[in-house]
């Protein structure tokens, strides 16, 4: 059990779960797994940890083990809702019991997003196994309970459970079929509009794109509907934030859409990619009135860190089964931004392709060119070959 205590002595946060962690190093003899628990000696951190408020504007619940490891679960909430905004590892691979031989002694830190989150005075539960993927370490969370934003010190009666509990959809008897319908009218191309997120040291992230929502989802009548939405840059606004690997991008719309795009890093290849696509979107007729939709894994528009993505074919992404987000005109780049302009353009493999389709055909029009000219030359040597007719 852990406890994160305001200074009047009062509790904030409580957890208690089980956690397993996997990662690579490098020995001298190459690649080495290692998997290790969240042993039972592991205790808060308490100059690490934090109720919020001034000093802290997000409560945190940082957990400390071994020869120099530790967790952090950082929370944030709105009305209605909490979460684990982030989880935060830091590993040192100079514990030679959990490294043994690593080539390096240096500690590091990895961090990612999570879908933990709970309603306000409810505990969030979750007896399945959870996992979270980070760059190099993946961490599996299991027989979880945690709160946050406690009004009592103890967890409170009443639970959220995580998805994973819950029954599966496939043991509620299904509805009487319906003809799905029509599709909406498909807009023309969005406008192309530059973003751009500065943290301390400058711009972290300068993106130009066009955005477009391809959206299926159920009504409230059963029928199922497909939406397509452009993303209007003159009603929307856009913030973001910078981390040494994450860089964070969300857009709001005037008409009920948040988009959240998260570029990592991967230090070792020197390359970012979009990893995260978030999509929470006010739907008047949906069963749910909002359709919210999410991918933490995509390894999407990378390239070399310093040079940029470019890609002027619209490409399709595919966030989840139902959900599409459509990009057009697009060009981005993460984390070394210099002077506020982008680097050299990696070029997406749908632009190369267009460029091989004229030299193709170009090539095999040459070809053509050249068997016509050694017939032509075979058979005018043939005709003047042996005796001549008087």
């Known amino acids: 059990m852990f406890e994160v205590k305001a200074s009047n002595g009062t509790v904030c946060i409580k957890a208690n779960f089980s956690a397993a962690f996997w990662t690579s190093y490098e020995t001298g003899s190459g690649s080495q797994n290692a998997t290790f628990p969240l042993p039972s000696s592991a205790h ?3 100059s690490n940890s934090s109720c919020g408020g001034v ?5 945190s619940l940082a957990i400390a083990f071994g020869g120099g490891h530790s967790l952090t679960l950082q929370f944030t909430r709105n009305a209605t809702r909490y979460r684990v905004r982030l989880l935060h590892f830091v590993y040192n691979l100079g514990d030679t019991d959990i490294f043994p031989n690593a080539s390096s002694k240096e500690v590091k830190a990895e961090d990612s997003m999570t879908d933990i989150l709970a309603d306000i005075d409810k505990k ?5 196994a959870t996992q979270v993927h980070m760059q190099n370490v993946t961490i599996t969370l299991s027989d979880t309970t945690i709160e946050a934003y406690l009004s009592n010190g103890n967890f409170s009666k009443g639970e959220t459970r995580c998805k994973q509990d819950l029954p599966s959809p496939t043991s509620v008897p299904p509805a009487p ?9 498909t807009p023309p191309s969005p406008t192309a509009s530059t973003y751009n997120v500065s943290g301390n040291n400058g711009t972290c992230l300068l993106a130009r794109m066009g955005l477009q929502l391809n959206v299926t989802y ?3 009548d059963n029928t199922t509907m497909t939406r397509v939405v452009n993303i209007n840059p003159n009603v929307a606004t856009a913030m973001g934030s910078c981390s040494a ?3 964070s991008l969300e857009i709001r719309s005037e008409d009920g859409v948040v988009l959240g795009l998260n570029f990592r890093m991967n230090s070792s290849a020197n390359r970012f990619f979009l990893e995260t696509v978030k999509l929470n979107m006010t739907v008047p007729d949906a069963q749910g009135a909002t359709v919210q939709a999410a991918n933490n894994s995509l390894r999407a528009l990378q390239a070399t860190v310093g040079n940029s993505y470019k890609c002027t074919t619209e490409e399709r992404l595919r966030v989840t089964p139902s959900f599409f987000l459509n990009l057009f005109s697009v060009q981005v780049q993460a984390f070394k931004v210099e002077g506020n302009k982008f680097g050299s353009a990696e070029v997406c493999l749908l632009d190369g392709n267009n460029m091989l389709i004229p030299i193709a055909v170009g090539g095999a029009l040459a070809g053509l060119v050249l068997v016509v000219l050694l017939a032509y030359l075979i058979g005018r040597k043939r005709s003047h070959a042996g005796y001549q007719t008087i």
Not at 55 to 59: H, I, L, T, V, Y
Not at 177 to 185: G, L, R
């Open 44 to 46: 808060v951190l308490n």
């Open 55 to 59: 000093n802290a504007s997000e409560p």
């Open 124 to 128: 969030y539960r979750c007896v399945s």
């Open 177 to 185: 079929p319906k003809p799905p319908t029509p599709p909406s009218p």
């Open 218 to 220: 159920s009504r409230k």
């Open 245 to 247: 690997n994450l860089v």
